[in-house]
């Protein structure tokens, strides 16, 4: 695959830069509108977006492309990635689309595409779209009476707060509980405080006055400081963070520490394992998933399955070897049980739940294992392939034998930055720190040569 519009998790970039822009967007929205035609019934795609101020021109482009290629759109507006997944299938759609950079800033935007089952597209289907965008795709559009129709759809946030809180038993309430939830100023905004508060918990929401323009800005998952700051302030038993598009999730404890995606899905698994729902016998995550996770759920005789970076790649392996809990350390966690993706609010009820049944504070549920010092940082690439030069090659062959049986080394592209990611971990944190700086210095100099 080329990669050169497609990458971890869809089409991302600047918006009104190639290849985010009205022209790419439509091409696309025409490509797999045409790639998801599948007999002779009026084909419908459900389309949603979050808050930031690209997603106008974005999503009216997506649906000029849609409507030429015979699609019937169904606008959802501003609705957690999930949403969009969920409503594929209970609106018995050929696909749907989701307009959003995740956790990136405002200024940046992407599309995300989903078959007609909810699941994200396979790399085959991928491949196929964007093989299409540079051809003369026009000549098989619809003709001038099939052009398709676009309509605003009702209810869209009524219908998800009611799938989330059936994640739960009926008989279970959240009363009692004081949570700040952070909605980084995005597509849950509205949601996620009403499931919460629906459920019975005394809810606290803070960013989620959206304008365009704050979307993530020094808050949700990847910015917890002030959620950490307004849990302290109001005594809450729990912090909820999400990016976004609300596909992710961290949580913060009674004390203010942070609690990342490698200690949830520890968490729920481990809830799940004891109550007999856990299948698999496993856990499926990525590469960047701390050494500790898998030290943790080898000790309950469980194994964790290591992926390429990408929440996509997780679910592949889920589907493939009938797991049900799944994720990454960022916080994408996937619950297949509920969920054909990532799901936020989801994850987070299900740690609330842990809460209840067991009626302890999330600092003590929350440390199921000690993480293994682990070091990430990024190198900044304009152009050229740095881990191809041989002065490279030979420091990452070094740095593995450092770090020898007890340790872990992952150097990577981002698949949705121009960055160089590495990583290490192992059990003396000197070491680890060490290595990475020493392998920074080794790529920053190769590029710069370059």
């Known amino acids: 695959m080329s990669g050169r519009y497609f990458g971890t998790d869809g089409i991302r970039g600047r918006a009104n830069k190639f290849p985010m822009n009205a022209e790419i967007a439509m091409r696309v929205g025409m490509a797999a509108g045409l790639s998801f035609q599948r007999g002779s019934h009026r084909h419908r795609v459900v389309l949603g977006k979050d808050t930031r101020l690209s997603g106008y021109m974005i999503e009216n482009a997506l649906v000029a492309g849609l409507c030429a290629a015979g699609m019937d759109v169904f606008l959802l507006g501003p609705v957690p990635t999930p949403g969009v997944a969920m409503l594929v299938r209970s609106l018995r759609a050929d696909m749907g689309v989701m307009i959003s950079a995740s956790h990136n800033p405002y200024y940046d935007n992407g599309i995300k595409l989903f078959g007609p089952d909810g699941y994200k597209l396979s790399d085959e289907i991928e491949e196929r779209i964007e093989s299409m965008l540079d051809t003369d795709v026009e000549m098989a559009l619809a003709d001038s009476d099939a052009l398709g129709r676009a309509k605003r759809v009702d209810g869209v946030h009524d219908r998800y707060i009611e799938f989330a809180k059936r994640t739960l038993p009926r008989s279970m309430s959240l009363s009692g509980l004081r949570i700040v939830v952070d909605c980084a100023n995005g597509a849950a905004y509205k949601v996620a405080p009403a499931a919460l508060w629906e459920l019975g918990a005394d809810v606290v929401a803070i960013n989620v006055e959206p304008n365009g323009f704050n979307i993530n800005k020094e808050c949700g998952s990847t910015h917890p400081a002030g959620l950490q700051k307004k849990v302290h302030e109001v005594r809450a038993d729990i912090g909820i963070a999400l ?6 999730v961290v949580i913060v404890d009674e004390q203010g520490e942070v609690v990342d995606g490698d200690q949830i899905m520890a968490m729920i698994a481990q809830a799940w394992h004891q ?9 499926v995550s990525t590469i960047m998933s701390n050494l500790g996770l898998e030290r943790f759920l080898s000790g309950l005789n469980l194994e964790l399955h290591r992926t390429k970076v990408g929440d996509r790649y997780v679910v592949e392996h889920m589907r493939a070897h009938g797991l049900n809990v799944g994720g990454e350390q960022s916080g994408h966690i996937v619950l297949s049980d509920f969920s054909t993706t990532g799901d936020g609010l989801v994850s987070a009820l299900q740690v609330l739940a842990c809460v209840k049944r067991q009626n302890k504070p999330v600092s003590e549920l929350s440390r199921t294992f000690e993480p293994v010092p682990q070091v990430l940082k990024n190198v900044r690439v304009s152009s050229g392939k740095p881990l191809e030069e041989e002065p490279v090659k030979a420091a990452i062959e070094d740095a593995r034998s450092r770090l020898g049986n007890t340790g872990r080394l992952v150097i990577r592209p981002s698949g949705t930055e121009p960055l160089i990611r590495v990583m290490a971990e192992g059990d ?10 020493d392998l920074i210095g080794i790529i920053s100099e190769t590029r710069s040569a370059a």
Do not use: H, I, N, T
């Not at 990016?243 to 992710?248: E, H, L, P, S, T």
């Not at 109550?275 to 856990?283: D, P, T």
């Open 275 to 283: 109550s007999g729902r856990l299948a698999g016998g496993g856990v």
């Open 243 to 248: 990016d976004g598009d609300a596909d992710r």
């Open 428 to 437: 003396d944190s000197g070491l680890v720190e060490a290595v990475v700086d």
